[in-house]
């Protein structure tokens, strides 16, 4: 569904990204994505309606049947349509109309958080939290907060640089293994794995996230070359990751044979180019 | 089912079990693997890793040759993964060994791979997927590998496995596997063996550079081993060779190598010298500036050990020609510059001055240490080992391990480099075959090949081309698609395709697939070079049904992207024209018939030193009759001047009972005070006349190989009064003076010996490697008898290598003094009255000092006796210095380019008995390849006579380097196919064209060269 509408709001967005420019913070009105679940949070907000409880109009609404359905890749994508900020609402853990769902969506959102904050976009433009039918009045409070605390971040400028880690991010979260690793963490934290045996925890979502990271940080370095020859030192200072973690990604990408040395080189700083 | 076999064998009769184990399959368990299955056995080899090739799998180039270790590796790689008598076990570890030499029991465990092998396709989609990295073992942790794995591209058995510490279960390589080779319920399982003798070749691993802090590996990153500085040269390395180094990915340009790390080093109990450091590091800088021209490569030795055969002409060419910096030092320590990465060296120079240096990168030369599961399945085994863990041997018995029936060679017998584990490796072979030559044959299968599908020369060619990027070797330079969308073009080929590295096992069969499924009668791999690769890719076509002969070879890669890498697209365009002369010929080709001739089961063995005489025994005990050929009235060649080895066993005893069993043994004919006077014939069917004196009566003798072991001798020295004054003598005539008694001895006050006299200099550049040993054996022998006498080495460089380094340690230790000297400035011995003197430079006290000892002992040369005449006989190429040189420096030690002809011993270049006892066992490993079998094919590649155009000029006959031509009663030239060596010279001078070249016709040159012309 939100294929379409992020596809429509692209032109709007880009005209909106530039009126922020414009306003500057002072004139600022956040443009907040909210997805609520059927059973509990999209209730809940009815309930506030109901209620006449008010609350700033800066979220727009998506009714999902469960928070669980929100793939983490539609989060980069709205940042990326011209959102400032996500906000995701479920039942609260053990009321799940499908038992598990959000819990699973928080897993996958604790995870997104930490790829956000690792890469540079900030954790505190997502927000997940749990609104029941009966709570009117904390859906209100929520989204007062959120609006708040989106409104001190600031807008959301998609700068080529965010752009393309938000890129990356969203190609990386919408890879197969990824979203199998993704969607197998939760089995593989509760249940025996593929060996009759228990994981540890820590390693499964070290894994987890290695891969993600290591996932996004590649193409991010493949967008970077698009535009021309790069040596290291000035990939990593537009990763804005220290040296010693991009140099083990060159070495992936190199041993994928997904980019290569610049021919020409003779200079003590060899350059990264893109394969053809 | 060998197994099976194996039981009845144990059930009744009294033969041994004809199937051998090999441990550990690195170069060496495979060069013993094929030598032993080639001549009737069969074997299990086991390698603890999950594929085999061992260390030499990891080198980039190897010395002094700079081959590509991974190219000439290859062929032994597929021919040990194919071999129908070799079973590879890999992932696996030898638990016991029951029972006794002949009929053991030995058990195997298997470790769980994860992936069935029989499944497994070896596409590598599971760990494209495989969500978990981790650090890369075959490149030292630099790049990063899935939890599912092989561990490199070429690796025998093409079967990944899991890598259990590292999986975390999650399942998703079982869901990509379209093979549904996946298996988690995989388990250990242990199996039994029934094998007859044992050869431990497991190999060694580097020393861990952290054990010597001061240098700050794992603490700076720019400070690297020697291997992981390999792995960054390789083409298939972190860097696809490009040399950047750890900590900033920029390319190094002040590099230093510090020697010595973890070798000749008491501290962490290493007393022994690796052998093999100097050599790869001064490979390793030439690479390197090969690389990078800026590179400025510095190496810290504390002596340039080159002490091998063509080492020193190496380093010669790598100080004068290449730029390499070599400092004499001792380097102290190893600092991080603030801020830039770059490490400050600190070394004792020379003349003991303290002296610092910044560098970019400092590459640790760490040397070979054993494993601890080495250690372990020694102990498990009740094999001893030395006081370093190395495998303990008797210098005069170098293969035989404590532990009757198991043999053992290569770097767990003593450090070593390439040549030499090969050398060990094929003498393992003909030990572990010596004990159990009656089974010979009795669990071995000879090879079926399918019925030859006919291709008649009128029938259509269809032509299938391969095109090999060989990694990034061919494919960085040539466009290898662009190469492959040509040759589709070209007439008759209906299939071309391209591979990652067309000599894999997995490609093999892709070609076999390819000619059942578009009906090919003629293969084309455009890739490397037939001399390497041909043979094997002609064993898959013939596999396939096709003649051998139909296959033909474009060199792209030695010959084109190599040369030209920095010209691309007259690369690519170089490589279609080759490709297009290749299809031009293939059109043509034709197959070829090959006939059996019966292999005359008897060698001949020129030269009865140690070499001959050991060969000659171990032939014999395999059960093949030997003409044991000695120029001499007694046997013993050079041994009988050599009394103790340095390790002090008894020469001369050894000399005795060597002579004694060769003349009890009943197969050996002895034949001394003769000489070969003619020679011809083939492998398998050799002709020799030897004639014997006074009565220079002449014999001929029928023999299927021959072994060149003529040996060597110490040359007679010029100058330093040698033959003038008394005072003056060589090392072996000391060494005589010393073994006749102690009294001279004990009158000697002052003793000099002068090491590298006619060694190492312009006339003769190789070192004679055995001297500095055999000084530092006299200065010993000396010290004991004589403890006060002052003894001063005036050396270049000591090369006691390998477990000759604790005796310069000790020698040390009693108090030899070692001063070197400069070549430009040698030492001088002169006469004052009735003085011997001796003046030579003091290098820490920088002045002129001079000597007057009672004895001067020269350590002269070693030079090959006198060959010349032998080797015109034998058609058998020399170095310049006269040594036999053998087919290839790192892989053929001992074979000559002429099948059948063996080389051992010193003849092929100066060693130390126990280097020469090595030798010759292993020419018998390798005569035996042919002596075991009751036929050989021939034919193939040979000249042909169109008797009708003959014109019986005798040109041919005049021409022919063999004589092989002679005109027969119908008056027409005849070519005798077994002796026709295929050059074709005939056919190029025949004045009537009445002669052609099987395979190189006329016709297929000139369509060779109209192709070029074309287009």
């Known amino acids: 569904m939100i294929d379409g509408q992020g596809a429509a709001q692209t032109g709007a967005v880009q005209a909106d990204a530039k009126l922020h420019q414009a306003e500057g913070q002072a004139g600022f009105e956040p443009r907040i994505l909210s997805f609520l679940c059927n059973w509990c949070a999209y209730a809940g907000a009815d309930l506030a309606g109901i209620s006449r409880f008010q609350y700033p109009p800066n979220t727009r609404v998506i009714r999902v049947m469960c928070s669980g359905r929100i793939d983490p890749a539609f989060v980069p994508r709205a940042l990326l349509a011209g959102f400032d900020g996500v906000m995701i609402l479920g039942c609260h853990p053990g009321d799940c109309h499908y038992l598990s769902g959000n819990i699973q969506a928080e897993r996958k959102m604790t995870f997104l958080k930490k790829l956000l904050a690792g890469e540079g976009i900030g954790a505190g433009r997502l927000i997940l939290d749990w609104v029941s039918a009966g709570e009117g009045q904390r859906f209100a409070e929520l989204v007062r907060d959120f609006t708040g605390q989106i409104r001190s971040l600031g807008p959301f400028r998609v700068t080529p640089e965010a752009e393309g880690t938000l890129r990356a991010i969203q190609t990386a979260l919408e890879g197969e293994r990824i979203r199998w690793m993704t969607g197998k963490a939760g089995e593989l934290l509760e249940k025996d794995n593929v060996y009759g045996e228990r994981s540890d925890p820590d390693r499964v979502r070290e894994v987890l996230e290695a891969t993600v990271r290591d996932e996004l940080r590649k193409n991010r370095i493949l967008r970077f070359l698009e535009t021309g020859p790069l040596t290291a030192a000035e990939i990593s200072g537009k990763l804005a990751v220290p040296l010693k973690e991009t140099l083990p990604q060159l070495v992936a990408l190199v041993g994928e044979g997904r980019i290569g040395f610049e021919p020409a080189e003779e200079s003590h700083q060899p350059r990264y180019v893109k394969s053809g | 089912m060998a197994t099976v076999e194996n039981e009845e064998v144990k059930g009744g009769q009294a033969k041994p079990v004809g199937a051998v184990l090999v441990v550990g399959g690195g170069i060496g368990g495979m060069q013993a693997s094929l030598d032993l299955a080639e001549s009737g056995f069969y074997v299990y080899l086991v390698d603890n890793a999950p594929t085999i090739g061992g260390v030499m799998s990891q080198l980039d180039k190897t010395f002094p040759t700079n081959d590509c270790a991974m190219c000439i590796m290859s062929p032994k790689l597929v021919g040990t993964g194919s071999h129908r008598n070799i079973r590879v076990i890999t992932h696996a570890e030898v638990k016991e060994v029951a029972g006794d030499p002949g009929d053991f029991e030995a058990t195997i465990l298997r470790k769980a791979r994860y992936i069935r092998p029989d499944k497994c396709t070896g596409c590598g989609e599971c760990a494209k997927h495989c969500p978990v990295t981790i650090a890369d073992s075959y490149n030292e942790g630099m790049s990063r590998r899935a939890a599912v794995y092989l561990r490199y591209p070429q690796a025998i058995p093409k079967v990944y496995l899991i890598d259990r510490e590292a999986c975390i279960g999650c399942g998703l390589c079982e869901r990509v596997c379209l093979a549904g080779a996946v298996d988690y319920a995989d388990e250990a399982c242990q199996e039994k063996i029934a094998v007859g003798s044992v050869i431990l070749a497991p190999g060694f691993e580097v020393f861990d550079a952290a054990r010597r802090p001061e240098f700050g590996y794992g603490v700076y990153p720019n400070v690297i081993t020697s291997l992981e500085f390999e792995r960054i040269l390789s083409a298939t390395g972190p860097h696809r060779s490009h040399v950047l180094r750890p900590s900033d990915g920029t390319i190094p340009e002040r590099i230093a190598f510090i020697q010595c790390v973890g070798s000749r080093d008491k501290k962490c109990g290493n007393d022994y010298c690796s052998s093999v450091c100097c050599m790869y590091s001064v490979k390793e800088a030439v690479i390197a500036k090969e690389h990078v021209p800026f590179i400025k490569p510095t190496i810290f030795y504390m002596d340039m050990r080159a002490y091998g055969k063509g080492f020193d002409a190496y380093y010669e060419r790598a100080k004068a020609d290449q730029g390499v910096r070599f400092v004499k030092s001792m380097v102290s320590r190893v600092r991080q510059q603030q801020g830039t990465g770059n490490l400050i060296v600190t070394y004792l120079d020379d003349q003991g001055k303290a002296a610092e240096e910044v560098f970019d990168l400092v590459v640790l030369s760490v040397g070979m240490t054993t494993s601890q599961a080495v250690r372990d399945t020694a102990a498990r085994l009740g094999v001893r080992l030395n006081a370093y863990g190395f495998c303990e041997t008797n210098p005069l018995a170098p293969l035989a391990t404590s532990r009757e029936g198991i043999y053992v060679c290569g770097a767990f017998q003593s450090p070593k480099d390439i040549p030499e584990t090969v050398a060990q490796a094929s003498g393992a072979a003909a030990a572990a075959a010596g004990g159990i030559a009656a089974g010979r044959g009795t669990l071995a299968t000879k090879k079926e090949y399918p019925p030859e599908t006919e291709v008649a020369s009128a029938e259509e060619p269809r032509i299938g081309v391969f095109v090999c990027h060989c990694g990034i070797n061919i ?250 004054d008394p005072r003056v003598c060589t090392q072996q005539e000391f060494e005589g003076r010393l073994a006749a008694g102690g009294e001279e001895a004990a009158g000697l006050r002052e003793v000099v010996m002068i090491q590298c006299v006619g060694s190492r200099n312009e006339k003769r550049p190789s070192c004679s490697r055995t001297c500095c040993a055999t000084a530092l054996k006299n200065a010993l022998a000396l010290k004991r008898l004589n403890p006060a006498a002052t003894i001063r080495v005036l050396y270049r460089d000591v090369r006691s290598y390998g477990m000759l380094e604790p005796y310069y340690a000790q020698a040390r230790r009693e108090g030899v003094l070692f001063v070197r000297y400069e070549p430009e400035a040698p030492p001088v011995v002169a006469r004052e009255g009735d003085s011997l003197t001796v003046s030579f430079a003091e290098p820490i006290l920088q002045e002129q000092a001079t000597v007057k000892p009672d004895l001067v002992v020269l350590s002269s040369a070693t030079v090959p006796r006198e060959n010349r005449e032998l080797a015109n006989l034998l058609k058998v190429p020399r170095t310049a210095e006269g040594f036999f040189l053998e087919a290839h420096a790192k892989l053929r030690p001992v074979d000559f380019a002429s099948d059948g002809i063996y080389v051992a011993g010193s003849a092929h270049a100066p060693k130390l008995i126990t280097e020469s006892v090595s030798q010759a066992y292993a020419a018998v490993a390798r005569a035996c390849t042919i002596l075991s079998k009751e036929n050989l094919m021939v034919g193939g590649v040979v000249a042909v006579v169109d008797g009708e155009r003959c014109a019986a000029c005798l040109t041919c006959v005049r021409v022919c380097p063999y004589d092989v031509p002679v005109v027969n009663l119908r008056g027409e030239a005849e070519i005798d196919i077994v002796k026709c060596k295929g050059c074709g010279t005939c056919a190029a001078e025949c004045p009537a064209r009445a002669i052609d070249l099987m395979h190189y016709r006329g016709e297929q040159l000139e369509a060779k060269i109209g192709a070029l012309v074309e287009g």
């Open chain 2, 475 to 724: 494919g960085s330079v040539v466009n290898v698609p662009s190469v492959k969308e040509y040759a589709a073009t070209l007439p008759n080929v209906v299939l071309a395709d391209e591979n990652l590295y067309t000599c894999s096992q997995d490609t093999q069969e892709k070609i076999k697939k390819a000619i059942q499924e578009h009906g090919l009668n003629r293969v084309i791999v455009a890739s490397c070079s037939p001399r390497t690769h041909e043979p094997m890719f002609r064993e898959t076509i013939r596999d396939a049904g096709l003649n051998k002969f139909l296959f033909e070879m474009a060199n792209i890669r030695d010959q084109c992207s190599w040369v030209h890498m920095r010209q691309k697209p007259e690369a690519t365009a170089k490589a279609k024209h080759l490709v297009r002369m290749a299809v031009a010929n293939a059109r043509l080709n034709r197959s070829l018939g090959e006939t059996a001739v019966p292999v005359a089961q008897r060698a001949l063995i020129i030269g009865g030193g140690v070499a001959g005489m050991t060969a000659a025994l171990r032939l014999a005990g395999q059960g093949f009759a030997v003409y044991l050929v000695e120029k001499e009235e007694l046997l013993g060649g050079n041994l009988r001047n050599i009394h103790r080895t340095i390790e002090g066993e008894d020469v001369q005893a050894f000399l005795t009972d060597l002579i004694d069993r060769v003349s009890a043994e009943p197969r050996i004919h002895v034949l001394t005070g003769s000489q070969v006077t003619e020679f011809g014939g083939v492998r398998g069917n050799f002709t020799t006349a030897v004639t014997t004196a006074p009565a220079m009566t002449a014999q001929k003798i029928q023999h299927g190989v021959t072994v060149v072991a003529t040996g060597a001798e110490e040359e007679r020295p010029e100058g330093f009064l040698y033959g003038e």
